[in-house]
């Protein structure tokens, strides 16, 4: 009879999503950061450290986040919720008034919340000044983070903000010295990441963009920037190349499987055929094409591109009305509305393996032996869980942030019977308020009155 192998995490009795497959009463063995077992029924082949029951609870991969900007987090409940009353104003006083502080503090904060969904990892979307302070914050969570040179942009409009931020100048030369500032943290396979980006809507110039995309490659990294966001912006590109922006720069060679752009949202016929032919990868934002009503005004083509194999993932870019892990179910009714569907199967695929391609990660996303120890554990006990019926449905749709019992990142915990095991949530959310009181103090805005006791 052959012995048991050793590992330091067996979960066994759950309902395990592996993104390919469901297996009921599954089982998954840990070791070290790397999934060495995956199963159902008895796990006799594996002697672990630790078994935890799932009590037939969704095992699933931790989603990753694939554009956030970590410094507007405590954002949230400042500004109004009505579209049209945000002037790109507070934004820019905002990012003028952060300090290395308050980047560590809403990094923190954002980290707790997305750990508390089911996250594992965060992209940051180019718009960190003290990266150092963004990393500690995301990983003394536990989380991973991918991070880049902030504000990298030489070409005035059509984006509001170039020329504004103080630390980020439009400048050619401090553009092409600074995109790989961050790559030194690949050196070692840590939880903070470097990537490449610039900030894009038309604010680069194509001497950046190449640059971007040679240093990406070079590395093996992601490159990524915001495009196409609005008709307008689209619009504006168009008059800049003379055809669409997307097949200029497919064309001449500014684009390719290192790229990830986010929003998308305004996409013509010849540019979604850019898209698939070039390899690139997608950040989507439901959420915020409806937001600011572009739904209105441009077919999604999100659904169109998943179904032709694009790997796309959710950003939940900035908190406004929503939080991490609401996408799913934005991209389910919003693409409904629309008389489009998005399957269970997909919106899965989005929050893992998508959202890990932004990352530029290829073994996270999925449960399989070999893939990172990025996996999260909920609750069957929840009545969004009951009755028994579709695992994909419930997870992506009546599920979505709640019931995460525990979570694991490169196999060391992070939540622990809904706790997280790093940080403290009352701390954290001490320092959050203190110090958005005093970042909008200081960027002339006004706080919300606080309700009565």
Not at 38 to 61: C, F, K, N, T, Y
Not at 140 to 147: A, D, K, S, Y
Not at 180 to 203: K, Q, W
Not at 317 to 339: C, S
Request: charged fraction near 25%; charge should be negative.
């Amino acid at each position: 009879m052959t012995a048991p192998e050793g590992c330091d995490l067996l979960i066994r009795n759950a309902t395990v999503v592996t993104g390919e497959t469901v297996l009921h009463d599954g089982w998954v063995a840990v070791r070290g950061d790397r999934i060495v077992g995956v199963g159902s029924g008895e796990a006799a082949a594996w002697q672990a450290e630790r078994v935890i029951d799932g009590e037939g609870g969704l095992l699933h991969p931790g989603y990753v986040d694939g554009h956030y900007h970590l410094g507007l987090h405590l954002l949230r409940g400042i500004l109004p919720d009505v579209p049209d009353d945000q002037p790109i104003g507070p934004f820019g006083r905002w990012l003028n008034a952060l300090t290395p502080e308050d980047e560590l503090v809403s990094a923190r904060t954002a980290a707790a919340e997305a750990a508390l969904a089911g996250f594992t990892g965060i992209v940051e979307a180019g718009s960190a000044f003290d990266t150092d302070a963004m990393a500690e914050g995301v990983t003394g969570v536990g989380l991973r983070v991918t991070l880049a040179a902030p504000m990298i942009w030489d070409r005035p409009g059509p984006e509001p903000l170039t020329g504004k931020i103080d630390r980020a100048p439009c400048d050619s030369d401090h553009a092409l010295r600074h995109l790989g500032d961050e790559l030194h943290r690949n050196a070692e396979d840590g939880l903070a990441r470097g990537h490449v980006a610039y900030y894009g809507t038309g604010s680069a110039s194509e001497e950046v963009m190449a640059e971007a995309a040679r240093l990406a490659r070079e590395a093996g990294v992601p490159m990524h920037a915001h495009q196409n966001f609005t008709p307008a912006d689209a619009a504006a590109e168009k008059e800049r190349y003379g055809r669409d922006a997307i097949v200029h720069m497919a064309e001449a060679g500014l684009i390719g499987p290192e790229t990830v752009f986010t929003h998308m949202n305004v996409l013509s016929d010849a540019e979604v055929e850019a898209v698939v032919e070039t390899g690139m990868a997608l950040v989507w934002h439901p959420a915020n094409a409806a937001y600011y009503g572009i739904l209105a005004q441009a077919r999604s083509r999100f659904p169109e591109l998943a179904r032709r194999g694009v790997d796309i993932g959710f950003g939940t870019d900035v908190a406004k009305t929503w939080g991490f892990g609401d996408l799913g179910f934005a991209a389910f009714l919003t693409m409904r509305a629309a008389g489009e569907d998005v399957s269970p199967e997909t919106l899965l695929k989005i929050f893992t393996t998508g959202g890990a391609r932004a990352m530029g990660l290829s073994d996270t996303g999925r449960i399989a032996v070999g893939q990172r120890a990025d996996i999260v554990l909920r609750r069957a006990d929840l009545p969004e869980a009951m009755p028994e019926g579709d695992p994909l449905k419930h997870l992506t749709l009546t599920l979505r942030t709640k019931g995460v019992r525990h979570s694991f990142c490169a196999g060391r915990q992070i939540v622990e019977n809904g706790a997280l095991v790093r940080a403290d949530v009352k701390e954290i959310g001490a320092a959050a308020r203190a110090t958005a009181r005093g970042l909008a103090e200081r960027a002339d805005l006004k706080l919300p009155e606080r309700a009565a006791p």
